[in-house]
């Protein structure tokens, strides 16, 4: 990308593009506008696959939508209320919380060394949580009834309105933190009273998502209080693929064209080490529920059977963790920028597949079944719900792009000194 002066507030960004549209005319400044520059580049080809994939799923769930309504969802039938939408949703709520909790390394623990991806995680982290409620607000079906609802419902023993205040309230102390980054400021005490606040909140919020589902007794295969230790370390994980992605897609996927600090930690062990750490987590904390469920009698249990005959959890397992775990534990590998993108973009895959598989597997056991009803219930999403979720994944990669025209998501700050990497 072209190496320009990153401005620092809005108000010298618009500055430059009334500047920029006076002086090559409104139909150049546009052509720009859809191109992200004025020279080809990585952000400026996801941008514009983004703004066409946005536009037609987006135009597509609203025209249902507003036509045909919530019925064009597929869940009002036979006991599957909650779809992939909210899957997605899940996806994205964790995945922003995972980047919080990686982007605390160096900004709540001191560990300098990740301090390249920091910036990065903040940003991203906003822009997920940003599609993650725009997936959820269509899928509501009235979002806008939740601005008087939930003040003036105050619903306090429901964890679903406690969700909704901390993902709130993270949300905002990550703009604000963001903000400060971007003026450069990493060290002053409202950057780590902002740092140490935003890490508390999203362990809240991650916690309280997995209590929404974890209260429901009438869900055997949610309930317990394991559904929320499980979403907060699951959610470690997407964060780590997350960043890893991201980072190699701002340089065009070529580690030679990333700036020094950055490119010394992609080199080191350090990240791969933390990613195999998270991937071993997750593989036995998916392998014992599993296990504990196929194990068990109770009624209500059954969903495991199905949902480990189901090729896409024999996908999730074996080529989007349990590979990943090798490559990122092998020290011939993961080092090499190749394995780790592909394990990086496994990861998302499998994790993507577990919040689908977790949301729906736990539905598909009717709840007051009887000897009538011996099977299980089926469920294929839509093709608006389908829609939603790519609609949710343009607005995230778009402004992503976007952001790494705008910001540089790589600085670290001013004389920072590292210590030297951990080699494999």
Known sequence: MIAIREPKDFAEVFKYLGEL????????????????????????????LCLVLGAVSGLFVFTMLFTVGHSSFNTSSDGINWGIAISTYVFFALTSSGLTMIAALPLVFGFKQFQPVAKRCIYLAIITLVAGFSVLALELGHPFRMLWAMPLGMQIKSPMFWMGVFYSIDLVLLIWKFYLIWQEDWDSPLAHFLGAASFVFVILASGMLGLVFGSMAM??????????IYYMLTAALS???????????????NRNRMPEPLKALAESADLPKVFATLI???????????WTGLWSNLDGMEGFHALVR?????????????LPFWMMLSPGLQTQPGKQMIAAFLVLGAMFINRYEFIIGGQIVPMFKGNWTASLIAYTPSLTEWALTVFGFAIALGLYALGEKVFRLSDVPEQAVYPAPAKA
């Open 21 to 48: 549209r006076r002086e090559v005319g409104t139909v150049e400044f546009l052509r720009i506008c859809f191109n992200l520059g004025k020279e080809p580049s990585a952000a400026g080809t996801w941008w514009k």
């Open 219 to 228: 869900r055997p295969m949610w309930f317990g209080s394991f559904t929320s």
């Open 239 to 253: 964060g780590a693929a997350a960043i890893v992605v991201t980072s190699y897609m701002a340089y065009d996927f």
């Open 280 to 290: 071993g987590i997750t593989l036995v904390m998916i392998l014992t529920r599993f």
């Open 310 to 322: 189901d090729p896409l959890f024999h996908a999730e397992i074996w080529l989007g963790l349990a």
